[in-house]
């Protein structure tokens, strides 16, 4: 029995080793939050709701038309939010004839992204410029990334027998390398939406909120929500940002929470061995307490 | 006093009508699964965006591992608590477990949007060690394997028996290698579990606003993991008074009293750090309040799982019939606290709401019944039921007297 235990601990710190040694490569691509990503600013004020960037992402990234539900033929290319063939899409909130606003919805490109986070097979990813995108020869479809993503927007392929997620990567396979920008940032007449760096587009932000304090709601969405995120906006001063879908978050990056406590639990793989070595002694010393009872019990 | 704990095959006729039925519900849902991987799985769900986890993930997964944690909270049981009277209930236990995390990997399968692609769960190049759902692939995984191996002396002892030359033989040698290296299994059968089932918790960790406040909480991996205790504690009395009932045999009535009262123990604890953490995160009120579905179900989920553990405390309902009701009541509520993390609670601040296709939900019918047809078939082969039974007690002892008489009247069983 003795040296059953001992060769189970032996086993152990081997086994403890190699895992320490992975673990330890795991962790180390986990990088530090970059605040020097690229990004984009959306100025609600400034938009004009002519779509043009909905049908620019469309045409840039090869997304075939979603029917609208008053076009049975399909016509039009008429989606009614994000979905399996739409990355980007411009809706309209309307409260009175007065007050209303247009607001722009695509991947919010968190600094530091749930998606990222939770995806096993590291399918989303978020490259040395804060973009966080899709690569779908990894992902095995489980959609862990939708649960996970605070402002819903990969969506998947339902109807289709061989899916895949679909979602915002700031072009960074088509446009970007072919023009600089992205296509929605390109094709807008207004200005509404504009590629940078974050750093610059906040403080572009903050000037107009500044200059035209009548004009806007003081507040940019995306410098602190969920960690900060790479996508931010502006919004008119009669409009708050939860009416055009962009939710009130806590500023803590969810996927730092749950991070934490997964690697508190697990100390780095350390827990479980443990687990397993204590439930093993306990479980020796237990039978070989029962065989000896049951010896004595013989003896008499 | 000393006696070996005899398994024996049940025998009888395998083709009996339960189990036409369990067959027809089975073929429907595996042909609805082949539609699934024909035409998509909008084809046959309602799955959303919104909602990108439906019954599949909540029940077979979610659910289905933790009612398959008999094996695992009866291991705790007798390795742990030296509750070694309990032994005779692995076996079954065990066949169930394997059978239900086998199934969940399969619903896991079909529930893959990109199925092809699983392999990359198998390259640790592309592993990501933040996700909590790689650890829980990985565990069960490994845990069905396991499972298997702790399941592979009934085999064992079922190819020795049929006297098959060569093979019985080379069974005969290898039954009491496996035996000595047994333990090391076991143990890793109690280690698994812990680790996956506190994970299934931890896959809503990250959805910080989305999941509803009544339930998400930083304390989720540490409720799942005593859910599934308690659950588990409730499948097998379920099982085997269900077993007893079906197949004509005297009922355990002693040694399920003693197994639910562990779990009631278990169940009150819950309970407890429930109500502490909800009061800590300052939601009492919003949980107690009844006002909406999401207070209601709250509500429901706490009396079914109080009223379970309450019948199991009183020693005047020990009896087979309240023994199956309150293991009932212990998983149902148990349960319905997983569909409300994953379901119900989920995404509430939308307006859209989910309920399961008639295909989708059918689908998780067929994998059920397949669960309960193999099941029934192979104790009907396989030496998976103790051949001998205890005395049924009129007036069973409570928990606390059971723990400590222990092992007298049978201390010689053939253990692992």
Redesign the interface.
């Known amino acids: 029995m003795k040296s059953?235990t001992r060769r189970?601990f032996l086993?152990c710190f081997g086994l403890a080793g190699t895992v320490l040694a992975?673990?330890r490569a795991?962790?180390a691509s986990?990088g530090a939050i970059n605040d020097n990503g690229v990004g984009l600013l959306y100025d609600a004020t400034r938009c004009v709701g002519c779509k043009a960037c909905v049908a620019a992402c469309k045409r840039a990234n090869d997304l075939p038309p979603e029917k609208g539900s008053f076009d049975p033929e399909g016509i039009w290319d008429a989606p009614a939010?994000?979905?399996g063939k739409t990355r980007n899409i411009v809706k309209l909130y309307r409260e009175s004839e007065s007050v209303w606003s247009y607001v722009k919805v695509q991947c919010m490109h968190c600094m530091k992204p749930?998606c990222?986070?939770?995806?096993?097979?590291?399918?989303m990813q978020q490259d040395a410029d804060g973009r966080v995108f899709y690569d779908?020869?990894?992902?095995?479809?489980?959609?862990?990334c939708?649960?996970?993503c605070?402002f819903?927007v990969?969506?998947?392929?339902?109807?289709?027998?061989?899916?895949?997620?679909v979602k915002c990567d700031l072009c960074k396979f088509s446009e970007v390398p072919r023009k600089g920008k992205p296509a929605c940032a390109g094709v807008c007449p207004t200005e509404a939406v504009q590629y940078g760096r974050r750093r610059q587009l906040l403080a572009e932000a903050k000037r107009r909120t500044e200059t035209n304090p009548g004009r806007y709601r003081s507040y940019v969405y995306g410098e602190h929500e969920v960690g900060g995120t790479n996508v931010l906006y502006l919004a008119s001063a009669a409009v708050p940002f939860d009416k055009l879908g962009l939710?009130n978050?806590?500023n803590e990056a969810?996927?730092a929470?749950?991070?934490k406590?997964?690697h508190r639990?697990?100390k780095g793989f350390m827990a479980?061995l443990a687990?397993?070595a204590t439930?093993?002694f306990?479980?020796?010393l237990?039978?070989k307490?029962?065989s000896k009872?049951?010896e004595k019990?013989?003896e008499r | 006093m000393t006696e070996q704990v005899q398994y024996k095959p049940l025998g009888g006729t395998i083709f009996t009508r339960g189990l036409f039925v369990l067959l027809f519900f089975t073929i429907i849902g595996f042909s609805l699964i082949a539609v699934r991987f024909w035409k998509g799985i909008g084809a046959v769900s309602n799955m959303t965006d919104v909602f990108p986890l439906g019954i599949w993930i909540t029940y077979d997964v979610a659910t289905g591992t933790a009612l398959a944690c008999g094996g695992y909270a009866i291991a705790l049981l007798v390795y742990i608590l030296n509750g070694w009277h309990y032994h005779s209930l692995m076996r079954s236990a065990i066949l169930l477990s394997f059978f239900g995390y086998i199934l969940a990997g399969f619903s896991v399968v079909t529930d893959l949007g990109r199925f092809w692609n699983v392999y990359n769960i198998f390259m640790p190049s592309r592993w990501q060690f933040n996700s909590a759902l790689l650890e829980v692939a990985l565990c069960i995984m490994t845990y069905c394997l396991v499972l298997f191996i702790e399941f592979l002396p009934v085999i064992l002892e079922w190819i020795r028996g049929l006297g098959w030359g060569t093979v019985s033989k080379f069974a005969d040698r290898f039954a009491p290698k496996l035996d000595r290296v047994l333990i090391y299994f076991i143990v890793l059968g109690m280690t698994l579990p812990t680790m996956h089932q506190s994970s299934l918790g931890s896959l809503f960790l990250i959805a910080t606003s989305k999941v509803h406040p009544i339930w998400h909480t930083m304390h989720l991996p540490l409720f799942f993991l005593l859910n599934c205790l308690f659950l588990g504690y409730g499948v097998v009395v379920l099982e085997s008074t269900l077993s007893s009932y079906i197949f004509d045999r005297e009922y355990e009535v002693r040694v399920l009293a003693g197994l639910a009262g562990a779990g009631a123990w278990i169940a009150v604890v819950w309970l407890v750090l429930r109500i502490a953490d909800l009061a800590w995160r300052g939601r009492l009120g919003m949980a107690f309040a009844g006002g909406d579905r999401y207070s209601l179900s709250f509500l429901v989920e706490f009396l079914l799982i109080g009223a379970g553990a309450y019948c199991l405390f009183k020693p005047k309902l020990h009896s087979a019939r309240w023994l199956f009701i309150s293991g009932m009541l212990l998983i149902v509520g148990g349960g319905l606290y997983r569909f409300n993390v994953y379901l119900i609670g989920f995404n509430w601040t939308h307006h859209w709401k989910y309920f399961p296709a008639l295909p989708e939900f059918l689908i998780t019918v067929g994998i059920v019944a397949f669960k309960f047809l193999a099941y029934f078939v192979l104790i009907k082969i396989l030496p998976v039921l103790p051949a001998k039974h205890e005395p049924h007690l009129a007036g069973s002892p409570d928990w606390s007297s059971l723990m400590q008489s222990k092992i007298k009247s049978s201390s010689n069983w053939h253990l692992p």
């Not at chain 1, 990222?116 to 399918?123: H, T």
């Not at chain 1, 779908?136 to 862990?144: D, L, Q, V």
């Not at chain 1, 998947?156 to 997620?165: A, M």
């Open positions: 059953q189970g086993k992975v673990g795991g962790f986990e939010d994000l979905d749930s990222v986070s939770v995806c096993p097979v590291s399918a779908k020869t990894r992902c095995i479809g489980c959609r862990m939708m649960v996970a605070p819903i990969p969506r998947f392929q339902w109807e289709k027998p061989l899916p895949q997620i939710p978050l806590p969810p996927a929470f749950s991070e406590i997964q639990i697990y479980p687990l397993y439930l093993f306990v479980a020796t237990n039978r307490k029962l009872g049951g019990e013989e």
